[in-house]
């Protein structure tokens, strides 16, 4: 199935599938939900009404648990810089309701009060010390985000796989290999720019520009070989990319991926400067003419 174009018609109604598309179960009366791959509350309120969404059915449990990886998430995503830049003041207000009222599993607070402070000590030249203190936004623990992204990415995958007849859809071979998930203010980092540059001519299976652009997502295959790429965006600010396959042949895959600089790096500390990405640069989500 190819989805590099305008995805379907608004719909309501989910996939009939008979089994789980996240974990396989086969579903029944007792476990059988509703599920919305972009969930309702994931992006700012109403942004989805009305357009395009992937909804299918899942069992109960990877329902409930892809919920609470995106409670908060979703909040400390739609308190980075840039995913409230053109909202009117009714959004921005209920983004941060939401930032209150969700709490982040990194610091047991509200997201709204997990900012952290750090405090940097140091000499410039023999005698001459320095101090340096820093507020950074809430962080997400990687591995949450990285949790959270094989849910998505299994959602569309099973769309791309999915048998209407037999009602069932599939899942990748091998694993998933996440390679990096950074701020839109790190867009343009020589990573970002290799995956975009690696992957360009990879066949696109979807391209999605979801509820006003606050949720992008990319599945993209290889021509000669069983891997696949993707990348996912989250409310305008963050951006995570990866491969899909077997790990011997995405071992050879990642060998001419750069490493990061850093400028400053010891045992306990490392520190570099963020590279931003220009719009006429940015090729990892094309056709930005589709809504939905």
Known sequence: ????KPL???????????????????????????EHVVGRR?????????????????????????????DDISAITLLLPGAMVDEDSTVVAE?????????????HKAVIDSSKTFTRKGAIVPGVNYTATMTAPPQIDHSRAFELAEYHL??????????????????????CM???????TDYGNVVQRWFMTYTDTWHPRIIGYIASGFFRVAIRRHPETEIWSWALEWNKTMRLIGFLGEEHILGEAVKTMPE??????NEHYRQRGEVPLDEEDDTL???PDIKG
Not at 9 to 18: C, F, M
Request: with cysteine; glycine share 8%.
């Open 285 to 287: 989500f094309p056709l």
């Open 260 to 265: 990061l600089q850093w400028d400053i790096q």
């Open 1 to 4: 199935m190819e989805l590099h």
């Open 8 to 34: 379907q018609p608004p719909s309501k109604r989910p996939l009939d599938n008979t089994n789980c598309p996240y974990c396989g179960v086969s579903l029944d009366n007792n476990n059988v939900t509703k």
């Open 178 to 184: 996440p390679i990096g998930a950074v701020p839109a």
């Open 95 to 107: 983004v941060v309701r939401k930032a209150q009222r969700s709490v982040s599993r990194r610091t």
């Open 154 to 175: 299994a959602g569309f995958f099973y769309l791309i796989t999915y048998d209407r007849a037999n009602k069932i859809g599939g899942r990748w071979l091998g694993t």
């Open 42 to 70: 994931f992006i700012p309120k109403g942004k989805i009404n009305g357009g395009w969404n992937l909804i299918l059915q899942a069992c109960k449990q990877c329902n409930t648990a892809k919920s609470e990886l995106e």
